[in-house]
């Protein structure tokens, strides 16, 4: 049987696929399997602010490449995926997680807290912006964009003390040593998503469906559902600083949720768990709790 895989083409999203690829082998050696990169308008558009960008833009040209036809399957970093999916779509597979936290590269210092006063941190997220200046309001975060090596380097540079970026992107691509430090979810909560893979899929191709949903990951897919399910009731695709981190344990759930304007100067925080079962409840009632908090004031939701 042969399956064509989308991916965008940049490293990290290479070796993310390659990494699907090799496991599906792996699961039915009879698989013929060809990758297709394809250009995204978030990669045209790589200079362009992460603010201003709805979650959903670095996945469209794939999923019109699959309604084409064009090929079977798209690879995407979970939180690249439009809160709401098209009815055309389904995720068929939700990859076992990566670490979900955001990291510290910042040659010369060990923490967040051993950074000079005044430092200079590079961030391509405006989530990770406002809680890091929450944490310590004297630091001067910049936006930084470009691939995870390109990041990488600019902390080495001399503009910047450090940046600030997800921890699966560098362990994927091998980068552990230049991890100065894990920042606790306490300080920074990860985006929706963050560490996982999507599959994606036609929703009518149970050929393809079948072969995909042997990757899934039931844990992961649980954590995920609430941490978008909670996205989903503020707004969705909203461009307002949003974080969600969903952990199962003894066959409960455990969802941290945030919310802040552009500026950082309204930050809300929340917490809800529930049964594993039923993640997408969990995160509702954390939407509900935040929106009853402010929420609705910030990222343009009515109470639901």
Same mark, same amino acid.
């Given at each position: 049987m042969r399956l064509v895989v989308g991916t965008r083409g940049s490293p990290l999203a290479m070796t993310q696929t390659r990494w699907v690829v090799e496991r599906l082998q792996r699961l039915d050696r009879r698989l013929e399997i060809a990758v297709t990169k394809i250009? #995204?308008?978030?990669?045209?558009?790589? %200079?362009?602010?992460? $603010?201003?960008?709805?979650?959903?833009? &670095?996945?469209? *040209?794939? %999923?019109? $490449?699959? *309604?084409?036809? %064009?090929?079977?399957?798209?690879?995407?970093? &979970?939180?690249?995926?439009?809160?709401?999916l098209s009815p055309e779509f389904a995720v068929?597979?939700?990859?076992?997680? *990566?670490?979900?936290?955001?990291?510290?590269?910042?040659? /010369?210092?060990?923490?967040?807290?051993?950074?000079?006063?005044?430092?200079?941190?590079?961030?391509?997220?405006?989530?990770? $912006?406002?809680?890091?200046?929450?944490?310590? /309001?004297?630091?001067?975060?910049?936006?930084?964009?470009?691939?995870?090596? #390109?990041?990488?380097?600019?902390?080495?540079?001399?503009?910047?003390?450090?940046?600030?970026?997800?921890?699966?992107g560098l362990h994927r691509l091998g980068l552990h040593e230049h991890i100065a430090e894990y920042i606790d979810p306490e300080v920074c909560l990860p985006e929706a998503g963050q560490g996982a893979l999507a599959v994606e899929t036609r929703a009518d191709d149970s050929r393809v469906q079948e072969i995909v949903s042997m990757l899934d990951d039931e844990a992961a897919r649980g954590a995920v559902s609430a941490e978008v399910a909670m996205l989903r009731m503020l707004g969705g695709g909203c461009t307002a600083p949003i974080a969600a981190y969903a952990e199962l344990k003894s066959g409960r759930i455990s969802l941290r949720g945030m919310v802040a304007d552009a500026n950082g100067e309204r930050l809300l925080r929340s917490a809800a768990s529930g049964s594993a079962d039923r993640p997408e409840e969990v995160g509702a009632l954390l939407g509900r709790q935040l929106i009853r908090m402010g929420a609705n004031e910030i990222v343009g939701v009515g109470g639901r």
């Amino acid at each position: 049987m042969r399956l064509v895989v989308g991916t965008r083409g940049s490293p990290l999203a290479m070796t993310q696929t390659r990494w699907v690829v090799e496991r599906l082998q792996r699961l039915d050696r009879r698989l013929e399997i060809a990758v297709t990169k394809i250009r #995204t308008q978030g990669d045209i558009h790589a %200079e362009a602010p992460l $603010a201003s960008m709805p979650r959903g833009l &670095f996945a469209k *040209e794939l %999923e019109l $490449a699959l *309604e084409r036809r %064009e090929i079977d399957l798209a690879v995407h970093s &979970f939180k690249d995926l439009p809160t709401d999916l098209s009815p055309e779509f389904a995720v068929s597979a939700i990859t076992k997680r *990566e670490d979900p936290r955001d990291v510290l590269v910042a040659p /010369g210092y060990g923490s967040l807290d051993d950074l000079p006063l005044g430092a200079r941190l590079g961030t391509s997220s405006p989530r990770r $912006a406002v809680q890091l200046r929450a944490h310590r /309001g004297d630091l001067e975060v910049v936006p930084v964009r470009g691939n995870v090596g #390109t990041r990488v380097a600019k902390a080495e540079g001399p503009d910047l003390d450090g940046v600030v970026l997800a921890a699966a992107g560098l362990h994927r691509l091998g980068l552990h040593e230049h991890i100065a430090e894990y920042i606790d979810p306490e300080v920074c909560l990860p985006e929706a998503g963050q560490g996982a893979l999507a599959v994606e899929t036609r929703a009518d191709d149970s050929r393809v469906q079948e072969i995909v949903s042997m990757l899934d990951d039931e844990a992961a897919r649980g954590a995920v559902s609430a941490e978008v399910a909670m996205l989903r009731m503020l707004g969705g695709g909203c461009t307002a600083p949003i974080a969600a981190y969903a952990e199962l344990k003894s066959g409960r759930i455990s969802l941290r949720g945030m919310v802040a304007d552009a500026n950082g100067e309204r930050l809300l925080r929340s917490a809800a768990s529930g049964s594993a079962d039923r993640p997408e409840e969990v995160g509702a009632l954390l939407g509900r709790q935040l929106i009853r908090m402010g929420a609705n004031e910030i990222v343009g939701v009515g109470g639901r």
